[in-house]
């Protein structure tokens, strides 16, 4: 650097630029995310159980978002609500009473069909934290098994 650019930026810039450098990653360390040991955990299997229930977007929903697709989705409505910890938000979901469900497999959808409107237990390979258009519930979960636990509703 040229003496005229050192004189211009003047004596303090090295220890103001550290400092500067210093605040930002205490800001990162600050903003990390926030989870609880007792919420669910994204990228885990686990078993919820609820009523599987099939919803379609209404002509609003699909004005407002034309790519999202028509076809009908599934839900669980959990017995009891759960509490997530979201890595996309970076924060805990304390009060999660459903989620949006499906299968990798598209061949297998039509056990959610079967079971629609009655109460399952759901093994999810994973959940995760919906964050597009598409995922129509806060946490959405992969599904590799359904058992139906009792009666239509």
Same mark, same amino acid.
């Given at each position: 650097?040229?003496? $005229?650019?050192?004189? &211009?930026?003047? @004596?303090?810039?090295? @220890?103001?630029?550290?400092? %500067?450098?210093?605040?930002?990653? /205490?800001? /990162?360390?600050?903003?990390? +995310?926030?989870?609880?040991?007792? %919420?669910?955990?994204?990228? *885990?299997?686990?078993?919820?159980?609820?009523?599987?229930?099939?919803? *379609?977007?209404?002509?609003?929903?699909?004005?407002?978002? @034309?790519?999202?697709? $028509?076809?009908?989705? =599934?839900?669980?409505?959990?017995?009891?609500?759960? %509490?997530?910890? !979201?890595?996309?938000?970076? &924060?805990?979901?304390?009060?999660?009473?459903?989620?949006?469900?499906?299968?990798?497999?598209?061949?297998?959808?039509?056990?959610?069909?079967?079971?629609?409107?009655?109460?399952?237990?759901?093994?999810?390979?994973?959940?995760?934290? !919906?964050?597009?258009? =598409? =995922?129509?519930?806060?946490?959405?979960? +992969?599904?590799?098994?359904?058992?139906?636990?009792?009666?239509?509703?």
């Amino acid at each position: 650097m040229s003496e $005229r650019a050192r004189r &211009a930026i003047g @004596p303090g810039a090295r @220890p103001f630029a550290a400092a %500067c450098v210093g605040l930002i990653l /205490a800001g /990162a360390a600050a903003a990390a +995310a926030e989870t609880r040991p007792d %919420c669910l955990d994204e990228n *885990r299997p686990v078993t919820l159980s609820g009523i599987v229930r099939e919803r *379609r977007l209404d002509a609003k929903s699909l004005r407002e978002f @034309p790519a999202v697709s $028509r076809a009908p989705f =599934h839900v669980l409505e959990l017995d009891r609500p759960v %509490c997530f910890n !979201g890595s996309f938000s970076e &924060a805990v979901l304390p009060d999660v009473r459903s989620v949006h469900v499906f299968f990798l497999d598209k061949s297998k959808v039509q056990l959610l069909r079967r079971y629609d409107n009655r109460r399952v237990s759901v093994r999810f390979i994973n959940l995760f934290e !919906g964050h597009t258009a =598409h =995922h129509m519930r806060p946490v959405v979960g +992969a599904v590799e098994s359904v058992t139906p636990l009792g009666t239509k509703r």
